[in-house]
């Protein structure tokens, strides 16, 4: 992926604040033109920058507010197999290979616990799939963002992919 450039963040992080906000406001709101906004949303949304909507969709409006993450320990050969028959589940809305003791950590969510019971038995019927550990979710303690990211990034320079300043290096926290 592309790296962005402060012109790009700026816009992303206007986007973010004011997600209906048309290219003509963005701009306005920019000291940019129209085009050059315009440009680079179409540019952004193509290299893959900008998620796709359906990511905006909260599964607890669609009645899946149970949401827990399993870890799937599974045989390394039949992995290709195994993610085509996960991706047929469609209470597993993310799924990642990881280092550590298991393979893949899913995101799963389900309307209760029979449900998240059912999925579970899915997932362990999957040939290959030796065992699934899974964790509840009590409370989501720090929502999905980026803005925080775009805000580090604009801070120390879009080339630059630490902070000069902060609670590491020994200077003071921003307040």
């Known amino acids: 992926m592309q790296q962005l450039d402060a012109t790009d963040l700026r ?3 206007a986007l973010c604040q004011r997600p209906k ?11 940019l033109s129209r085009n050059t906004v315009q440009a680079r949303l179409v540019r952004l949304e193509s290299s893959g920058a900008l998620l796709p909507f359906e990511q905006r969709v909260n599964p607890a409006a669609l009645g899946f507010g ?13 992995l290709g197999q195994i993610v085509e028959q996960l991706k047929a ?12 003791s298991a393979d893949i950590l899913a995101r799963v969510v389900a309307g209760g616990a029979e449900e998240l019971f059912r999925v579970n038995g899915q997932i362990l019927a999957i040939e290959g799939v030796e065992r ?5 979710s009590m409370a989501e303690l720090i929502p999905h963002r980026t803005t925080s990211l775009m805000d580090l990034r604009l801070a120390s320079g879009p080339g630059n992919g630490s902070r000069a ?7 003071p926290a921003a307040g």
């Open 11 to 13: 816009i992303l992080s």
């Open 21 to 31: 906000a048309s290219a003509v406001a963005l701009a306005t709101d920019l000291g």
């Open 66 to 78: 149970l949401v827990s993450f399993v870890h799937i320990h599974l045989q390394q050969r039949l």
């Open 89 to 100: 589940i469609p209470e597993i809305i993310e799924a990642h290979g990881v280092t550590g």
């Open 132 to 136: 699934a550990d899974t964790s509840l």
């Open 165 to 171: 300043t902060g609670p590491a290096s020994g200077s």
